[in-house]
C-alpha cells in the first residue's frame, strides 16, 4: 500500500471518528435538554481548560522530540549510504594507474557488489532489518584484490595505501548501516505516542463542543494534525524506507553501468 494511501486513510479515520463522537455527544445533550429544558447547559470548568492546555503543550514537546529523533537518524543514515558509495567510487577513480587487467576486475568486483546491494541487500535490510552474508563477502574480495596487488611503480605506490582507506571506510559505512538498519524508537515511545495522541484527541470532548461547522472543522483539522505527525513519526521511524530502494539512489548514481540498477 502507498504511503500516500496510509496517510489519507489514517487522517480521514481520526478525523471521522472525531466528528461522529461530537455529533453523538451533541445530540445526546440535546435530547437530555429536551426532557430537561429548564436545566441550563453545563460549562467547562476553567482548571479543565487549563488541564486540557498543559496536556496538549506536554504531548506537543514529546511528539517535537520523537519527530527531531527520527528525523536525526534518518539523516545519519542517508550520510553512512552516501560515504559508503563515495568510498566505493575513490576507489575506481584512484585504480586509473594500474594496468587495465586490474582496474576491469575491481570494477568487476565492485560492481558486484553494489548490485548485491541495492537488489538483493537493501529489501532484506528493509524487511528484516539485517544485511546480507553475500555482501559482506563481496566487500572482502574487493578489499583482497586491491591489498594483494602490490605497487610496481611510483604512481601505483601513491594509489596503494588510499585506496586501503578507502575500502575500510566503505566498511565502517556499511557497518555504521547496519547499525542504523532497525527501527530508530522503542516499543515503550511508540506506546506514550499513542497513548498521548488518545489522550489528547479525546480531551476535546471535554470543552463543550458545539454542532456549529466552525466548531466542528477545527475539532476534524485538530484530529487529522495528530494524525499526520504520529504518521510522520512511523515513517520516518525506519531510517532506510518503508518500501522500494530510493534510499539507495547514492549507489545508483555513482554506479550506472552496475548489472540490474536501471
Request: with cysteine.
Amino acid at each position: 500500500m502507498s504511503e500516500w494511501l496510509v496517510l489519507g486513510t489514517v487522517m480521514a479515520a481520526a478525523c471521522a471518528v472525531v466528528l461522529v463522537v461530537t455529533v453523538l455527544s451533541q445530540r445526546r445533550r440535546a435530547t437530555a435538554e429536551a426532557a430537561a429544558p429548564a436545566a441550563e447547559p453545563p460549562q467547562t470548568p476553567d482548571v479543565l481548560e487549563y488541564m486540557v492546555m498543559m496536556v496538549g503543550v506536554v504531548y506537543a514537546i514529546v511528539l517535537g522530540l520523537a519527530i527531531a529523533g527520527v528525523w536525526e537518524a534518518r539523516g545519519a543514515a542517508q550520510d553512512a549510504v552516501r560515504a559508503e558509495a563515495q568510498a566505493l567510487h575513490e576507489v575506481t577513480q584512484r585504480a586509473q594507474v594500474y594496468p587495465a587487467d586490474f582496474r576491469e576486475r575491481l570494477r568487476t568486483d565492485i560492481d558486484a557488489y553494489v548490485t548485491e546491494v541495492v537488489v538483493d541487500e537493501w529489501p532484506r535490510m528493509i524487511e528484516r532489518e539485517e544485511l546480507s552474508p553475500r555482501g559482506t563477502e563481496l566487500l572482502a574480495s574487493v578489499r583482497t584484490v586491491v591489498a594483494e596487488r602490490a605497487p610496481s611503480n611510483e604512481l601505483e605506490a601513491q594509489a596503494y595505501q588510499p585506496m586501503l582507506d578507502k575500502v575500510a571506510l566503505a566498511e565502517d559505512a556499511r557497518n555504521a548501516r547496519a547499525e542504523g538498519a532497525g527501527a530508530t524508537l522503542p516499543g515503550i515511545v511508540w506506546f506514550g505516542l499513542i497513548s498521548g495522541a488518545v489522550i489528547t484527541v479525546g480531551l476535546i470532548f471535554t470543552m463543550q463542543i458545539g454542532r456549529s461547522f466552525r466548531e466542528l472543522l477545527l475539532a476534524g483539522l485538530f484530529s487529522a494534525l495528530i494524525a499526520f505527525l504520529l504518521f510522520l513519526v512511523w515513517d520516518f521511524d525506519a531510517p532506510f524506507g518503508r518500501s522500494g530502494t530510493e534510499s539507495a539512489d547514492a549507489f545508483r548514481q555513482l554506479f550506472p553501468g552496475a548489472s540490474g540498477l536501471e
